[in-house]
Nanobody, 124 residues
Framework: QVQLVESGGGLVQAGGSLRLSCAAS????????MGWFRQAPGKERKFVAA????????RYADSVKGRFTIARDNAKTSVYLQMNSLKPEDTAVYYC?????????????????WGQGTQVTVSS
């Protein structure tokens, strides 16, 4: 069982930056691929970024490549999402999630555990 708690969301102007954090409980954090997803009002939850168990490999949605960076610290059982050059279309609730699969998954239904989400609002 893994419990995930996100933090770091807020209101920022377009072009600004935010750093999201996700703290995980449990001793098996390093056995999970970690992902970030986002959901805007009235829209489906979408993949943003994922990081391998060791942190050596990452994947990003095309919409955030070059602007967002995912990282993890297994000693601190935490995963982070650095978001730069934010745009109004990045406005959403951001969720971190844990996946026990041995392949990359970009479908939220394949992830096993979820945090409660943190709101990110980018004003124009």
């Amino acid at each position: 069982q893994v419990q995930l708690v996100e933090s770091g969301g807020g209101l920022v102007q377009a072009g600004g930056s935010l750093r999201l954090s996700c703290a995980a409980s449990g001793r098996t954090f390093s056995s999970y691929v970690m992902g970030w997803f986002r959901q805007a009002p009235g829209k489906e939850r979408k993949f943003v970024a994922a990081i391998s168990r060791s942190g050596g490999n990452t994947r990003y949605a095309d919409s955030v490549k070059g602007r967002f960076t995912i990282a993890r610290d297994n000693a601190k059982t935490s995963v982070y999402l650095q978001m730069n050059s934010l745009k109004p279309e990045d406005t959403a609730v951001y969720y971190c999630a844990a996946d026990s699969s041995k392949v990359w998954n970009f479908n939220p239904t394949r992830y096993d555990y979820w945090g409660q989400g943190t709101q990110v609002t980018v004003s124009s």
